[in-house]
């Protein structure tokens, strides 16, 4: 298969590779999102490169970890030749360094180190070793392309982006691998001959986001329900035993990532960092609070907000990984019940329940917030804007919640109701009230001179309705979203 999407990173990867200086690449992002993939599609097979790559083993010792890396510079430099393996980070990279010495000198050098943290291991000073064989070596060599990779993205953003002894700013090149966008999954879909609706792919996207080894999974000819069923609800399907290995392959201490989670997925509009930290952390400062929370935003579970004119001032998060909220609202609340079977249809026959379409409201404005951009160019917003959420509640007064605002540059703010439904919303008499409700207490609250504007974000557009032209400025169904 092609390498789907990834426009601008195959953009970068071109200029890394036509380079005529050394280049140091760090590209990171959550497990399961396609980096190694990217970088041996690119790179492997070229003729005017040669790929060197090795990729680290969790809980594996040092010893084996040289013994592969030195295999490895055999295969790729000398024919298979087999080379004695050293004890130590030092010799491996003094052979790689030779090697790279006796090479045709119009072949560019990839140096791919994929799964870095788990190379280094306790005590192997393998950061301390490349740290001077770059800066003495390698950052002479304009053939040299070194490219470190990593699921553990707290680990690479701490010791490598962040470094501050020898590799500090030595990075030429970064790239945050981001799950696929919508057009990307369908994309993705299509390359594999799966051919759905873009109803049908929202719902899809609903329960694993934009992951490509999730998507993968996807088998053609079922429809939605029934691969969801699949994937989800059968005995070994991936998703229903995913959960505890995704976070113990990127957190050493998992188990507290996971109770952090579950805090976060409680409060649907956020939770602010104060108050995660009291109700952990009750006894400490909560460094180890702070430091988990950065974890989980590198690796792209939460996501940091503050609300709109918010009287609290603060920092506030919440989840915006679709797996982790449909694992903890669907697979894990049954886990114990007896659900081994294909034929049971289980989420077939949750589908426009209650529960379902308040979970669905919920995953599809997570989905929103992750394509602000196209909802921008939907609302026809030409302007510099930024996007946010409001929500007041208060004692013996009507409260208001605004699912996405955008803070116009033009003194004008566009308020934004998402909806997720089967068939075109309708704005009845009942909810038109609402919405005018709604924006008088934002006026109120907020106390905003800006023009205010009101527009839909939903799924199927609007069904016609007498109050649609007084209210509604804008209106963003799925087809912009693609």
Not at 154 to 175: A, D, E, F, M
Not at 298 to 308: E, L, T
């Amino acid at each position: 298969m092609k390498i789907i999407g990834r426009q601008w990173e195959k953009s970068l990867l071109t200029d890394i590779l036509e380079s005529n200086k050394p280049e140091f690449l760090v590209i990171h992002g959550r497990r399961r999102i396609g980096k190694t993939y990217l970088i041996r599609e690119f790179f492997e097979g070229r003729e005017n490169a040669i790929f060197f790559n090795i990729t680290g083993s969790k809980n594996t010792s040092l010893t084996s970890q040289i013994g592969r890396f030195t295999e490895q510079i055999g295969l790729v430099f000398y024919n298979l030749t087999d080379l004695q393996s050293g004890k130590n980070w030092e010799a491996a990279f003094k052979k790689l360094t030779e090697a790279i010495g006796n090479a045709p000198m119009h072949k560019k050098i990839i140096l791919f180190l994929d799964e870095f943290p788990w190379l280094a291991t306790k005590n192997s000073r393998l950061l301390g070793t490349l740290d001077y064989y770059w800066n003495h070596h390698w950052s002479r060599d304009p053939r040299i392309k070194l490219i470190l990779c990593g699921s553990s993205a707290s680990w690479i953003v701490k010791k490598i982006i962040n470094n501050r002894g020898g590799l500090h700013n030595r990075i030429t090149q970064k790239i945050c691998l981001l799950p696929f966008t919508l057009a990307e999954t369908k994309e993705f879909l299509e390359a594999n001959m799966i051919y759905l609706d873009l109803p049908q792919i929202v719902q899809l996207y609903m329960v694993m986001g934009g992951i490509p080894y999730y998507l993968n999974h996807v088998k053609k000819g079922l429809s939605v329900a029934d691969n969801v069923d699949y994937l989800a609800f059968q005995k070994d399907g991936i998703l229903r035993t995913e959960f505890d290995n995704l976070f113990a392959s990127l957190f050493d201490n998992y188990e507290d990532h996971i109770r952090l989670i579950r805090l976060i997925a409680l409060h649907r509009y956020g939770i602010g960092q104060e108050e995660i930290l009291k109700s952990l952390w009750k006894n400490s400062k909560g460094s180890t609070g702070l430091e988990m929370l950065k974890n989980l935003e590198h690796a792209g579970f939460i996501q940091r907000f503050k609300p709109y004119a918010a009287k609290r001032k603060g920092i506030y998060y919440k989840i915006i990984d679709e797996y982790t909220l449909f694992y903890l609202d669907w697979i894990e609340p049954i886990l114990g019940a007896t659900i081994n079977s294909f034929e049971e249809h289980y989420w077939y026959s949750q589908i426009n329940t209650p529960k379902w379409h308040a979970w669905a409201g919920y995953a599809f404005e997570s989905i929103c917030y992750k394509h602000v951009q196209k909802i921008k160019e939907g609302l026809k917003i030409k302007v510099p804007a930024l996007a946010s959420t409001w929500r007041f509640a208060a004692k013996n007064t009507q409260g208001a919640q605004v699912d996405l605002l955008f803070d116009r540059m033009d003194d004008t703010i566009t308020l934004c109701e998402i909806k997720f439904t089967n068939t075109p919303f309708l704005i009845d008499k009942t909810y038109a009230i609402n919405l005018e409700d709604k924006i008088n207490i934002f006026k109120k609250v907020t106390q905003t001179q800006k023009q205010i504007f009101l527009s839909m974000i939903s799924a199927q557009g609007l069904a016609s309705s007498k109050y649609n032209e007084k209210l509604i400025s804008g209106v963003v169904s799925l087809s912009e979203l693609f």
